[in-house]
């Protein structure tokens, strides 16, 4: 094998000295000026990946809801996944190789994963609308046109969206046309055909207002808007033509700060919903008429689907195994309601998408959602195959109507990745069946109240976890001391858990009352336990 073309084109996107990235969840994300050589050797990387699956990878350049200033990169696996954990270890090493290790760093690769160089390989790219972006897809292109690879631009595209293209290109085109008018195609047949169930499908409902974060969702929903109309009447804020991406909007401010927006025209009673950066969250919120701020974030979303999804599955007697994932910063109300009430088995997984992914994936339905709005819901092949057939063959006109409603469901979730726009046309689809208010949707269960702090620590590798984090087992006697403060306060929950990418301890709190919880958030944890971690 000839590295000479690789190694050659390498020197245009050399290596700052010393600069040090991890591969997680979200794949790379740093300042966008220290990542033209990460996006080159992702182009590699990518190109590689796809020789070892003989499928079409994707690579998406995004750094979601992190500020504009910020870039990233991230693989897509071949039904559309997140990359493999093993491969992430080879995307570290691969990015943190000085130029004089890249060759043995490929080689390595290679080696280890038996990979034939003559076998043919296909990259789809994709990118957000940062002002870095575009420079830094032309990277990524660098690096797979150096292998001699085929790849295919797509340009200005939400995460989601190439995730679907991804998908579809590895199931020729069964999942569906791998284009973004294919997406909206598909996304926009499914939402019509299931309102339009609804009897209330043409009354007059209000407009539905979205912060589209200053991001490529704002982009996208405008391009979407005329396949949706008339069912479904749009008002867009915060579409990137002023203002900065993520700053001061977007779901994760509104998740975080639990409040609306800025640029965003809030009325009584309206509902409302934030986009990340790259559309692949979702939160919905309101106000009342005392000007209150309700916040519904992936708990109220997926606590809505799943009890949607339960009820037509007592409709058409189908005994499909269904479970809900959540992470430890799932708010106790939901936790309760879904278990108790519904009867719907809840699961706790690891804080990272991938990990709910995996873990939803062990069920014919698995409804998973992180509290920040990014989420999804995984039918497997079983139940899609009785789904549809029960369209024809249901026992009852109510049955064969229930199991419609299920297939447009499928339809209509996005299972490669959690998507805002497919998530929102779900719950859209779901308030105008059931004839819900986003007041009466609220009212499902009342939210425990809580607060999510950072604190910054000398070194966050000093905290390890179990239980899915949602207890500590190092330093010693720090989870004791968590356990005697939680002792205090009526049906409270807390947990601290290490960052993924940064020297901060994340720290969560919840409590029955506002005042109690006010309390408990703010305890401080003992002296010796401080010194510990270095705070």
Not at 187 to 201: E, M, R, T
Not at 309 to 334: C, F, H, P, R
Not at 435 to 464: C, F, H, M
Not at 486 to 508: C, I, L, N, Q
Request: net charge negative; proline share 3%; with cysteine.
């Amino acid at each position: 094998m000839h590295l000479e073309a690789v190694l050659k084109s390498s020197v245009r996107h050399a290596k700052p000295a010393g600069l040090t990235l991890q591969y997680g969840t979200a794949g790379f994300r740093t300042k966008a000026e220290h990542l033209d050589h990460v996006m080159y050797r992702m182009g590699l990387l990518a190109v590689l990946r796809s020789k070892k699956t003989k499928s079409v990878i994707g690579v998406m350049v995004t750094a979601s809801h992190n500020p504009e200033e910020d870039n990233g990169v991230k693989l897509v696996d071949p039904m559309g996944e997140m990359l493999v954990q093993e491969w992430e270890v080879y995307a570290t090493n691969l990015a943190n190789a000085e130029e004089h290790e890249l060759q043995t760093a490929l080689t390595n690769i290679i080696k280890e994963e038996t990979i034939n160089m003559q076998d043919e390989s296909c990259v789809v790219i994709g990118r957000d609308t940062r002002p870095s972006s575009e420079n830094l897809s032309l990277a990524v292109i660098d690096g797979v046109t150096a292998f001699e690879s085929r790849y295919q631009d797509y340009g200005l595209v939400s995460t989601p969206q190439l995730h679907y293209i991804v998908c579809c290109r590895n199931t020729d085109g069964r999942y569906g046309e791998p284009t973004v008018e294919g997406y909206y195609q598909k996304l926009s047949k499914a939402f019509n055909d299931l309102v339009k169930q609804s009897p209330n499908s043409e009354a007059d409902k209000k407009s539905l207002s979205i912060d589209g974060a200053n991001g490529i969702g704002a982009l996208k929903i405008r391009e979407m808007e005329q396949h949706l109309q008339p069912l479904l009447s749009l008002l867009l804020f915060n579409d990137g033509s002023k203002g900065k991406l993520n700053h001061a909007c977007g779901a994760d401010y509104v998740k975080v700060l639990q409040k609306a927006p800025e640029g965003i025209d809030m009325k009584p009673g309206e509902r409302c919903c934030s986009f990340d950066g790259d559309a692949d969250r979702i939160v919905y919120y309101y106000k009342d008429n005392e000007h209150r701020f309700h916040l519904l974030d992936g708990d109220k979303i997926a606590t809505l689907i799943s009890t949607f999804i339960k009820e037509l599955l007592v409709k058409v007697d189908l005994t499909l195994n269904m479970g809900v994932v959540q992470t430890a910063y799932a708010n106790g109300s939901s936790t309760r309601y879904l278990e108790e009430i519904m009867k719907v088995p809840v699961y706790c997984a690891k804080t990272g998408v991938k990990h709910l992914h995996h873990k939803a994936q062990e069920f014919d339905i698995g409804v998973y959602f992180e509290a920040n709005g990014h989420g999804t819901v995984l039918f497997s092949k079983r139940a899609e195959e009785q789904i549809r057939q029960l369209v024809d063959t249901g026992t009852s006109e109510e049955s064969r109507k229930a199991a419609q409603m299920l297939k447009n469901v499928i339809d209509l979730i996005n299972q490669t990745v959690g998507d805002a726009i497919s998530d929102m046309l779900v719950i859209e689809a779901i308030l105008s069946l059931k004839g819900l208010s986003v007041e009466k949707w609220d009212e499902i269960y009342t939210d425990l109240p809580n607060r999510q702090l950072k604190v910054k620590v000398a070194d966050r590798r000093v905290i390890e976890t179990t239980n899915a984090e949602r207890r500590t087992i190092k330093p010693p006697g720090l989870q004791e001391n968590i356990d005697e403060i939680v002792k205090k306060y009526h049906m409270s929950r807390a947990f601290v858990r290490p960052s993924g990418t940064e020297d901060v301890v994340r720290v969560y709190a919840e409590a029955d009352t506002q005042v109690r919880h006010a309390k408990f958030a703010n305890q401080p944890i003992k002296t010796e336990e401080r010194l510990r971690i270095g705070v």
